[in-house]
């Protein structure tokens, strides 16, 4: 089995709904990244965290990291076409010591207008 | 600086050809990471270096797999006696030495072995 396992595999949204995609680890979790991929295109940074209980936003996206249970949640409000792709977590299992990630298989977002 | 830049974006070769990619880094980074991406997957690690020393391999990297890092800036990544198997994305991506710095990702470079 995966270490990261992300749900939904995939999600369809009208435009203007929102969304949250998770990110669940089956190992402690030292740091969590989130990326976005276009097809065929290279990782876009969204957002890292390291701390339990660390929330972080950019713009309308919103990141939440619960290390507790092991997992992190990808909020989207008021999806827009723009944020269509591929939502990749990646875990750091270094410690922070490298930036080695292991990642989950993504999450495939489409939104309707 | 633009970023992380790889070379070429895209190479189509003939099975048993060997190939080769570059990777340019965040000027300032001296952590970088080779990765590699089959279809409906995440990335998977190759290896990593800082500087100019490999300091991780991936049991993935097959003795046909080299890596390189000259004078700790760019980067190429060989692939010798190619398989219709290396058909994938290879990204490359680049960080600081401060602890939980970010990684930063190219654009990748899709092979596709025929």
């Known amino acids: 089995s995966q270490e990261l396992e992300q749900s939904p595999q995939s999600l369809i949204v009208q435009e203007g709904k929102n969304l949250t995609i998770n990110c669940t680890s089956s190992k402690t979790l030292y740091g969590l990244y989130w990326y976005k991929q276009k097809y065929g295109e290279g990782l876009i940074f969204l957002m890292m965290?390291?701390?339990?209980?660390e929330e972080k936003s950019h713009e309308k996206i919103t990141a939440k990291l619960d290390e507790k249970k092991q997992q992190s949640s990808l909020h989207i409000t008021a999806s827009q076409p723009s944020h269509a792709g591929i939502y990749l977590c990646?875990?750091?299992?270094?410690?922070?010591?490298?930036?080695?990630?292991?990642f989950g298989t993504g999450t495939l977002l489409a939104v309707q207008p | 600086d633009t970023g992380v830049s790889q070379n070429p974006r895209h190479k189509i070769t003939k099975r048993g050809q060997n190939v080769t990619f570059r990777c340019d880094p965040i000027s300032e980074h001296n952590r970088l990471y080779w990765y590699r991406q089959t279809l409906g997957q995440g990335p998977e690690f190759l290896t990593y270096?800082?500087?100019?020393?490999?300091?991780?391999k991936s049991r993935l990297l097959s003795d046909r797999f080299s890596a390189e890092r000259p004078k700790g800036s760019f980067s190429t990544l060989e692939i010798q006696r190619t398989e219709q198997g290396d058909s994938a994305m290879y990204l490359c991506a680049s960080s600081g030495t401060g602890r939980g710095g970010e990684a930063f990702f190219g654009q990748g470079t899709r092979l596709t072995v025929v």
């Open positions: 270096f800082q500087n100019e020393a490999q300091l991780e």
């Open positions: 965290l390291q701390k339990g209980g």
């Open positions: 990646g875990a750091d299992r270094s410690g922070g010591a490298t930036n080695k990630l292991i």
